[in-house]
């Protein structure tokens, strides 16, 4: 098996003509995509429209190819899109392929693998707590199976979390539980379900409690955004396998702020790389394809024992804050602003801090 990535820049929401184009020429064969991942300019927040404009643009161009209606393309494709691109960072999409067999015995070396799959659908009264955690982390521990890969060789699972429809019976009965049906309590406990099935945290220690409260626990290679109306989550595991080839890999880091400049080092440093003067010469940064990251304002309002003030902003929200920074650290250092910051990262990376991730060519 091999996997390829290709990064589309992007001038609009609803623009897919760099997609078109490949696949008019044969460069990519729409039946081999597996999941498109992608930045817009939107807000990000829970009414960012850009988001869909993307997938419906996506789906719209995609489902003649697959022959399936429109509605039915995210069945068969993961399209996973994040609003916020401020600052440097543009607009872009990335489409992975896979294509070939599977190896008949491993190789010497671990190259670039991905699986994608999808939870079962959620109740209203699941999202949020242990329910949401176990099936979460089922799906990725089936995704490692299928991949045939142990939980070191895993640096990024993309998560698209389930914000199921509440109406009727399902109101009155989530209001009497507690209602956590929301963006913060979807990322939460995807992101706790994605650290159970890595081995980062014990079933001992998790319970309907401890999310989104006990902020010790954390993955270190969960990335998870939420999507109201999504009934099910989405879920895309990215790892090393000795079992596909390619000369492509991924390697991961975390960073303990959003200013944590020496773990993006450490994650360049698996590629070989090392940049001059605080920057990648540009033939270095050819060498990396695709960028992720999650950012988080400390709750606290402090960096390194300083107070900042993107929590009490009334202007600005400090989702939109602590995307440009880290984006913007992150193109500095890589030469690249083609990069995929993702806010809000509950428990994903320590509080004020978020995993970074990076695919490029191999050493």
Not at 36 to 45: D, F, H, Q
């Amino acid at each position: 098996m091999r996997a390829t990535i290709h990064r589309f820049f992007t001038t609009d929401p609803a623009d897919v003509s760099g997609l078109a184009e490949a696949i008019s020429a044969d460069v990519i064969n729409p039946a081999e995509i597996v999941t498109i991942i992608g930045k817009t300019e939107g807000n990000g927040g829970v009414n960012d429209f850009t988001r869909l404009l993307a997938i419906m643009a996506l789906s719209q161009l995609l489902a003649g190819y697959l022959g399936c209606r429109q509605e039915t393309v995210e069945d068969r494709i993961v399209l996973s899109f994040s609003g916020g691109s401020e600052g440097v960072t543009a607009p872009h999409m990335l489409v992975f392929t896979v294509s070939g067999r599977a190896a008949e015995q491993p190789l010497s070396v671990k190259r670039l693998a991905i699986a994608a799959g999808h939870t079962r659908p959620f109740y209203v009264q699941e999202v949020g707590r242990m329910a949401m955690v176990h099936e979460t982390a089922r799906v990725v521990t089936s995704l490692m199976q299928t991949l045939q890969v142990e939980a070191d060789d895993v640096h990024l699972v993309q998560i698209k979390g389930a914000i199921p429809a509440v109406d009727g019976a399902g109101m009155e009965d989530a209001i009497t539980e507690g209602l956590h049906c929301d963006m913060a309590w979807s990322r939460g406990a995807s992101a706790l379900g994605v650290a159970l099935a890595l081995g980062e945290v014990a079933e001992s220690q998790l319970a309907d409690a401890a999310i989104n409260r006990d902020w010790s626990l954390y993955s270190s290679r969960g990335s998870v955004s939420a999507k109201p109306l999504l009934q099910r989550s989405e879920v895309v595991l990215l790892a090393n396998s000795c079992w596909w080839e390619g000369d492509l890999m991924i390697a991961h880091g975390v960073m303990q702020d959003i200013i944590d400049l020496p773990a993006i080092h450490g994650v360049l440093n698996h590629f070989g790389l090392q940049p001059v003067n605080g920057q990648l010469s540009p033939a270095d940064t050819a060498r990396i394809l695709a960028v992720f990251a999650k950012s988080d304002a400390h709750s606290e309002g402090v960096i390194r024992n300083r107070r900042h003030t993107m929590r009490t902003d009334a202007d600005i929200s400090d989702m939109r804050y602590s995307r440009c920074v880290v984006s913007a650290l992150l193109a500095a250092v890589t030469g690249e602003t083609g990069v995929y910051v993702s806010t809000r990262a509950e428990h994903q990376g320590p509080q004020g801090g978020g995993p970074v991730a990076m695919i490029g060519y191999a050493p």
